[in-house]
T-cell receptor, first 112, second 111 residues
Framework: DTGVSQDPRHKITKRGQNVTFRCDPI?????LYWYRQTLGQGPEFLTY????????KSRLLSDRFSAERPKGSFSTLEIQRTEQGDSAMYLC??????????FGPGTRLTVT | EDKVVQSPLSLVVHEGDTVTLNCSYE??????LLWYKQEKKAPTFLFML????IEKKSGRLSSILDKKELFSILNITATQTGDSAVYLC???????????FGTGTRLTIIP
């Protein structure tokens, strides 16, 4: 399978714990995006990278959230001190600059 | 702030019917409008539209963009139960820096 992959697919954590998600984009894609989707809503943009550079962060991305793409390939999204409001599906997408974004299967986070 | 509004929010039809889903948008810098289908997992890409009046087709699905009136429609003919899903509309800026999504239309096809 040469699509976007994400790991883990599901994560249950207790409030206050830190969690980290990984995204592996389609290999030739230089752009990688993170979105968050809650029930009944469309995905909301969080941040994106071109190669290893983080070019934009949404104001939704509080200081508890950090994302990296150290070698311009896979990316990680870390949430520190999780809160119940962080429960959502975290989606990763990748593309080459002018083309459509392809999404991974998502990581469903539940904060108890 | 960029805004994408989809209608209806949900739609229930019988297999074989034709449906039209609507998407209107207000964005600062528009380059493209995209349609995605979302079943119980990640959105899967359907169409990307950048030019007004040019219909894109894929099997029973088709879509068209009106950049003057700032809307798009997605048509599905001869619907099948496998078409049941949430259909998401999104708009992208000139540098494809992010997509702004609508809340989606939940389509249910009754056999």
């Amino acid at each position: 399978d040469t699509g976007v992959s994400q790991d883990p697919r599901h994560k249950i954590t207790k409030r206050g714990q830190n969690v980290t998600f990984r995204c592996d984009p389609i290999s030739e894609h230089n752009r990688l995006y993170w979105y968050r989707q809650t029930l009944g809503q469309g995905p909301e943009f969080l941040t994106y990278f071109q190669n290893e550079a983080q070019l934009e962060k949404s104001r939704l991305l509080s200081d508890r959230f950090s994302a990296e793409r150290p070698k311009g390939s896979f990316s990680t999204l870390e949430i520190q001190r999780t809160e119940q409001g962080d429960s959502a599906m975290y989606l990763c997408a990748s593309t080459s600059v002018l083309y459509e974004q392809y999404f991974g299967p998502g990581t469903r986070l539940t904060v108890t | 702030e960029d805004k994408v509004v989809q209608s209806p929010l949900s739609l229930v039809v019988h297999e074989g019917d034709t449906v039209t889903l609507n998407c209107s948008y207000e964005v600062t810098n528009f380059r493209s409008l995209l349609w995605y289908k979302q079943e119980k997992k990640a959105p899967t890409f359907l169409f990307m539209l950048t030019s007004s009046g040019i219909e894109k087709k894929s099997g029973r699905l088709s879509s068209i963009l009106d950049k003057k009136e700032l809307f798009s429609i997605l048509n599905i003919t001869a619907t099948q139960t496998g078409d049941s899903a949430v259909y998401l509309c999104a708009v992208g800026g000139p540098l494809n820096e992010k997509l702004t999504f609508g809340t989606g239309t939940r389509l249910t096809i009754i056999p």
